[in-house]
Structure formats: structure tokens, C-alpha cells
């Protein structure tokens, strides 16, 4: 009687192991702006290393087009999370659409910005930016908000300077040549392409120390952000994404740019050639972080966006991130 009941008990354990080796495991879809950029790296270091995989849930990748407005499939929840700069954050808050971040990966904005040759001795700090011309692109982009920063931290009003849009490094280098721009904002490894040129370093902004310096807080880039309804709704989604980015960030603030660079696929690398090292470099200092969003940075931000839309004053900066998920990961992890 014995041995059949430690035969049933052997039998109903192979059957709950091939029961739970049976279940399908929760997929987790992230939507990355850009994911083969430089500058979305942590979730290629994440995958190869087998952090999502190390969550028992499948995440699936895919990159943010054009043709496919990335808020609209957040909301109606063909995707879960997004990869894209915190200011996304407060531009959606604003438009009612509730989304929060909950992993911050960048502390910088990882971009440089130039002077030109004939500029520099006029344009050494950002005290010195009124009446100067920016290229930044678009009202709302990334590097718009960068060069607005600069010339508030300067003390400045905006409409004290005057920017002008990008059409792409040859033209913007030539731009520059003639005088008809004064500095303009590169993201990595564009930076490299105008000092070619001959222009000059005016602002670090790929390290925290140089990001402080220019701006005088942290600036968050890089975030992992979801709507707040599916925060509430699916916690363990968050949770997941938490542990696992917060471990990617371990390892690249552990390691080596090479020991890194070999984690990045072959044909991700081919992009950037022989200078993919060099452009990697640049970028690393840019996720100096542990995964918490700084406060003074999220608060800074908002300011800059404000100023120059008046709507976004309405946003609760509290509300445009949690970093509860990363404190539990960290608190977990340590």
C-alpha cells in the first residue's frame, strides 16, 4: 500500500511539472523607438543576456513605424509598453491620454552640441545664447526641448533665439559654414560628423557630469512607459520589465564598452561599421542610472516643456512617472 502511494505521488508530480512545462508563458509586447539606433541598446543587452527570458514571460520587440502612431497602439492595447524619451510623458498627459513611466533608463540626453567656427568666440555658454541660431528640428522634438533648455538655463526668454529646422547633417553642416546658423544640437554619433566639419563642443550632454553642468539637473530620456489604466490593471507587466531593465543597467554600469559591445548582434553593429565602439562609447555614459526616475530631473523637464507650451502646465509631473516597480526590482535584486 506504501508503494502505491509513492507511485500516485511520483505520477500527480510529473503531472503538475508537465502541466506547468505545458502553460504557455505571458507575452509582453514593447514597442521601441528605433530599436537598431545606438541609443536603444539596453533592450538588445536585455534580450541577448536572457533577462526577459529570466521573468518567465516572452517579450516581443518591435519597432515603432510610421504608419502605426505608437500612442494609438498603446491604448487600444496592441502593445503593452514603449521605449521613447520621458518627455513623451507630459506631451500625452497633456492631450489626455494617461500614460506613466515605469523604468527610466537615460539621465542624459546623449547629444552634443556644436558651434560653429565662426561662433565660438560669441557662443561659449549658454549666458551667452540670446539671439542665437539653433538647429534643433521640430517644435517637439527631443533636440527642440535641449536647445530651449539651454537658453532658459542661460536666462533667457525663447523667443530670444531663434531656431531653425534640420534637414539632415550635410545640409545643416553647410549651414553652418555660411553663417546662417550658429550651433546646432547632435544626437550620437551625429556629434562626431560636424566636429569633422569644424564645429566645436559647446555642451557635453551625453554625460551626467556634463549634463549637470549645462543644465543643472539630470535630463530623463530613455523610459519604459505604459498607460496607467494597464500600471493598475497588470502590475506583473511593469514588475517584469522592472527587474529585467534594471538588471540590463547593472551590467552596462558594470562593464566594459567592449564586454557590452559583444553582446550587441553582428548586423546591429554592421550600421555604424568600425566606429561602432566609438559611437557606443559615447552613448554608454547616457544610462548612468539604476532605473528611478530623479525627481529634479522629471520636474526640470516639465518646466522647459511648459514654458514652451503653456497646456503642458496643466500636468501633474508625479503623475507622468511611478518608481515604485524599480525600488521593489533593486530592493529584490540587492
Not at 45 to 64: P, S
Not at 140 to 167: C, F, M, P, Q
Request: net charge neutral; aromatic share 8%.
Amino acid at each position: 500500500m506504501k508503494s502505491l502511494k509513492v507511485f500516485l505521488s511520483c505520477l500527480l508530480c510529473v503531472a503538475a511539472v508537465s502541466s506547468a512545462a505545458a502553460a504557455p508563458r505571458e507575452r509582453i509586447v514593447l514597442l521601441v523607438d528605433e530599436v537598431r539606433q545606438i541609443r536603444s541598446f539596453p533592450v538588445l543587452i536585455a534580450e541577448q543576456l536572457g533577462y526577459f527570458h529570466d521573468e518567465g514571460v516572452d517579450v516581443t520587440v518591435m519597432n515603432i513605424r510610421n504608419e502605426e502612431p505608437y500612442m494609438d497602439m498603446l491604448m487600444d492595447g496592441r502593445v503593452d509598453a514603449v521605449m521613447a524619451y520621458y518627455h513623451h510623458n507630459v506631451v500625452q498627459r497633456a492631450a489626455g491620454k494617461d500614460i506613466e513611466a515605469v523604468v527610466t533608463l537615460g539621465v542624459t540626453p546623449g547629444m552634443r552640441v556644436l558651434v560653429a567656427d565662426q561662433s565660438r568666440d560669441k557662443y561659449k555658454t549658454p549666458v551667452d545664447l540670446k539671439g542665437a541660431r539653433i538647429i534643433s528640428g521640430g517644435a517637439g522634438s527631443a533636440k527642440t526641448t535641449i536647445a530651449n533648455y539651454l537658453v532658459l538655463a542661460g536666462g533667457h526668454r525663447l523667443d530670444e533665439y531663434a531656431r531653425t529646422g534640420t534637414e539632415g547633417k550635410e545640409a545643416n553642416a553647410q549651414l553652418l559654414r555660411e553663417g546662417k546658423a550658429d550651433l546646432v544640437v547632435a544626437p550620437t554619433p551625429d556629434g562626431f560628423f560636424y566636429e569633422k566639419q569644424g564645429a566645436s563642443l559647446f555642451a557635453d550632454l551625453t554625460t551626467l557630469e556634463g549634463t549637470r553642468k549645462a543644465l543643472g539637473v539630470p535630463f530623463p530620456s530613455n523610459t519604459i512607459f505604459m498607460t496607467s489604466a494597464k500600471v493598475k490593471e497588470k502590475p506583473e507587466i511593469a514588475q517584469h520589465l522592472a527587474n529585467a531593465f534594471v538588471r540590463t543597467l547593472k551590467f552596462i554600469n558594470t562593464h566594459t564598452p567592449e564586454q557590452i559591445m559583444e553582446k550587441i548582434p553582428a548586423d546591429v553593429r554592421k550600421q555604424y561599421g568600425d566606429d561602432y565602439l566609438k559611437v557606443l562609447k559615447e552613448q554608454i555614459p547616457m544610462f548612468a542610472n539604476d532605473g528611478r526616475m530623479p525627481e529634479d530631473g522629471a520636474l526640470g523637464e516639465w518646466r522647459v516643456l511648459a514654458e514652451a507650451n503653456p497646456k503642458y502646465k496643466t500636468v501633474d509631473v508625479k503623475q507622468t512617472y511611478t518608481n515604485a516597480f524599480v525600488d521593489k526590482a533593486l530592493k529584490t535584486q540587492h
